[in-house]
């Protein structure tokens, strides 16, 4: 007949002792559970088992030795061990061992009451036992009640998972209890990480509470009502750096709050949204590790003053090209110098107030710098806010040309209407004849003669100044999308934890 | 017989009765013009001919500095102002009530006039200071070609946009007013304009409609006064001007009485249906 025994890996590390577990008779095989590591009192053990017998219905009895030498085998140990076989009587009584520096075990399974001499084979089954108690395939009570033949052979391994999961009292022991006994099993290796799990889950509901108390602080200081009056609330929809800190601030509140996720996709996107700002706050450190070394923000202080001269001198230039005859276009010389000085006093205006500003910048990106530790977006918002100051001025210039090349055409259009003596019907939404009076007519006709005439001259402004802002935009392009989908895309964290758990 | 197809008739396919086109009628809508009549009328054209060209002409004398704004202000004043009177005795000739605040609304209208192109002269003076003067000179050209085109002469067509003519006048008076040397020129330029293109077209029609003499006279007088005026300017360009204005004048009413001779319009009843009657009741 063939010994099946079932062994767990965990304990192929253990030290030497008693094999702890279940003897099915009917199947000839035994289900080891636990080693009980030297040194023990008989009694004990005994008592303890029983003990555990009484309260996991589980018939535990102790099967044999086991023997992890690390030493050359001693022939006082194996005696020892045979005299252990007559304390706790079991039949068979089984002796595993393992040797230092052999991948081969020996086993023994020695039988008292038999007559017969003859060598049982011996089959020896590794099992995982941390898996098994996992599968949640253990405990069909219901298919073994049904007394069906079928489910009777083939439950067979069904017993071995079942005495398994319903020796779970046996696990909950580890092996920093003070006991008398000392137990080798699935349980006993890991046990500091699931202690700090342990004391993590203990901490986070205080903790949850505590963010959440202050968030919620943060967001009423938000909402209240002297920071969304109408020029505030504007600004605050402009900068780039409010609507990321907004967006964390949602997300932190979705990750505090304590009400349980209420399926499977709103934990994934906890679970991402949480992994997504670690890793942000990561980058983020890192960055500002590399800014403060070696007096980098005292260079980028130093550097950024003359670049903001540099654009100054170049559009100055630009300008003075627009007052002459650019091109040799046809521009009206007298609108050309206006706008032209316009624009000069504009640049002058900035030039002084960066030169203003230029003692401060370093100790003003220092402290920007800080903010970093944030999260890398965080940054990125605030870098490309600050970029956006900084070449304001040049927006302001697009914005002036355009509104005025607006007001133009918009002038022209209507004018052109009265010239051919027609009028927009805003009832009917077209264009109907109309009869003007002279005076009418007579003003229409000089106004639009006159803006036909200065058109190209605003025209060539909206257009080289709208080239000019395109062009800071394309040079800012970085910024400028992170500014952008800092109200789209970074609001949606990227799938990390989805993408580990598939790994 | 009769003029059917989907009858079987004794006739041989091709047979036409006497009777099959005596529904025919010609030249129903065609009019006996009289010559004189004609010439009248052509008045108009000849009117306004001659208004661009003494518009022209005063443009030229004013850009060489042989005019000074001065005088025509004064004299476009004077007589902006005697014209002002005869309308309004036209006008109560025919018995229209007369009322003060028409009369009030006419000096707003003309305090308007004057503070605008005042106030915007010294802008019209730099308009178009970097254009070539060959380009005003074609733009006008266009502009006041267009205003000869568009004008309303009692034609009933639609092409005519008096409402457009005027201001395509207007616009051409403002590009050569940008030409002149000082502001002041501009702004006597384009009141002039305004008086011989807008105002004096209403003081003719009300003329034409009230004293048809009176008005022949004047027109005459206008277009000597125009001949004479090119003369000084350039005596091949005053015989071009007359030789036009006579055969606007003459030759044109003469062709037209003439190719009416010729005139064979066919009516019957193929033509599509006219709507005679006045449907806009129903409609309401």
């Known amino acids: ?503 | 017989w009769q003029k059917v197809l989907y009858k079987r008739q004794p006739f041989p396919d091709n047979y036409v009765d006497r009777s099959f086109l005596e529904k025919l009628r010609k030249n129903i809508h065609a009019r006996k013009y009289q010559y004189w009549a004609v010439v009248f009328e052509s008045g108009l054209v000849i009117q306004q001919l001659c208004s661009v060209c003494v518009f022209v002409v005063i443009w030229w004398y004013m850009d060489m500095g042989l005019l000074a704004p001065q005088w025509l202000f004064g004299a476009g004043l004077i007589s902006s102002l005697i014209g002002y009177v005869i309308f309004d005795a036209v006008e109560s000739g025919i018995g229209k009530s007369q009322s003060d605040q028409s009369q009030w609304a006419d000096l707003k209208n003309a305090v308007v006039f004057l503070a605008f192109t005042y106030g915007f002269s010294p802008v019209l003076k730099t308009l178009t200071e970097s254009i070539s003067t060959d380009t005003i000179y074609a733009m006008s050209a266009v502009m006041l070609l267009g205003h000869l085109i568009f004008y309303d002469y009692g034609a009933n067509a639609a092409i005519v946009s008096s409402t457009l003519s005027l201001n395509m006048a207007i616009f051409a008076s403002v590009c050569l007013a940008s030409r002149l040397p000082c502001s002041l020129h501009a702004f006597v330029m384009v009141t002039f304009a305004i008086q011989i293109f807008a105002l004096w077209p209403m003081l003719q029609k009300k003329l034409k409609a009230q004293t048809p003499h009176c008005y022949m006279v004047i027109t005459l007088l206008f277009a000597m006064s125009a001949l004479m005026g090119l003369l000084t300017v350039s005596s091949v360009g005053t015989v071009l001007f007359a030789l036009l204005l006579v055969s606007i004048s003459c030759l044109c009413p003469y062709c037209l009485i003439r190719l009416q001779l010729f005139k064979d319009n066919i009516h019957g009843p193929w033509d599509e249906a006219e709507i005679k009657e006045d449907l806009s009741k129903f409609l309401m």
């Open chain 1, 1 to 503: 007949m063939v010994l099946k025994i079932f062994f767990p890996f965990c304990c192929s590390s253990a030290e030497s002792g008693l094999l702890v577990g279940r003897w099915i008779s009917e199947q000839n095989s035994a289900v080891i559970l636990a080693v009980i590591h030297f040194p023990f009192i008989p009694g004990q053990v005994k008592q303890y088992l029983f003990k555990l017998q009484h309260m996991t219905q589980v018939n535990m009895t102790v099967l044999g030795s086991w023997t992890n030498s690390k030493q050359p085998k001693e022939e006082s140990l194996e005696r020892f061990l045979e005299d252990l076989g007559a304390i706790f009587s079991h039949d068979p009584w089984v002796q595993l061992s393992k040797e230092k520096d052999s991948k081969f075990w020996s086993c023994v399974a020695t039988q008292k009451l038999s007559d017969s001499n003859e060598e049982d084979e011996i089959v020896l089954i590794y099992y995982d036992q941390r898996k098994v108690m996992l599968s949640q395939l253990h405990p069909p009570q219901w298919s073994i009640a049904s007394n069906d033949q079928k489910t009777v052979d083939s439950s067979r391994l069904t017993v071995v998972f079942d005495t398994v999961a319903k020796s779970k009292l046996l696990f909950m022991r580890d092996q920093y209890d003070e006991g008398p006994i000392k137990l080798t099993h699935w349980q006993s290796e890991g046990v500091e990480a699931s202690i700090i799990v342990e004391l993590l889950k203990q901490a986070s509901v205080p903790t949850c509470m505590l963010i959440t108390f202050l968030l919620s602080l943060v967001s009423g200081i938000c909402k209240s009502r002297a920071l969304t009056i109408w020029p505030l609330s504007f600004i605050w929809s402009k900068l780039s750096t409010c609507q990321q800190l907004g967006h964390r601030l949602q997300h932190l509140q979705i990750i505090s709050s304590s009400r349980k996720a209420p399926n499977q996709t709103q934990l994934m996107r906890k679970a991402n949204i949480f992994l997504s700002i670690l890793i942000d706050v990561a980058l983020g450190i890192l960055l500002m590790s590399w800014l403060y070394q070696k007096n980098r923000i005292g260079h980028l202080a130093n550097d950024l003053v003359p670049m903001a001269d540099h654009v100054a001198q170049q559009l100055q230039s630009l300008l003075q090209w627009l007052m002459g005859a650019p091109a040799g276009l046809k521009m009206n010389r007298a609108l050309d110098q206006v706008l032209g000085r316009f624009f000069l006093y504009h640049i002058h205006l900035w030039i002084s107030y960066i030169h203003l500003m230029s003692p401060f910048v370093e100790m003003i990106l220092w402290y920007v710098g800080l903010s970093a530790c944030l999260g890398l977006t965080v940054a990125l918002s605030i870098l490309s806010d600050i970029i956006a100051l900084l070449t304001f001025h040049i927006y302001c210039f697009y914005v002036y040309g355009a509104r005025l090349y607006c007001l133009k055409i918009y002038g022209l259009s209507s004018l052109w209407r009265l010239f051919r003596g027609k009028k927009w019907n805003v009832l009917r939404q077209r264009v109907d004849s109309c009869s003007y009076d002279l005076d009418q007519l007579y003003i229409g006709t000089l106004l639009f003669t006159i803006l036909l005439f200065l058109l190209p001259t605003t025209a060539l402004y909206y257009l080289v100044f709208t080239l000019v802002s395109l062009l800071f935009l394309g040079v800012w392009g970085g910024g400028k999308v992170g500014y952008n989908s800092g109200r789209g895309e970074f609001c949606i964290p990227p799938p990390f934890y989805f993408v580990l758990k598939k790994d």
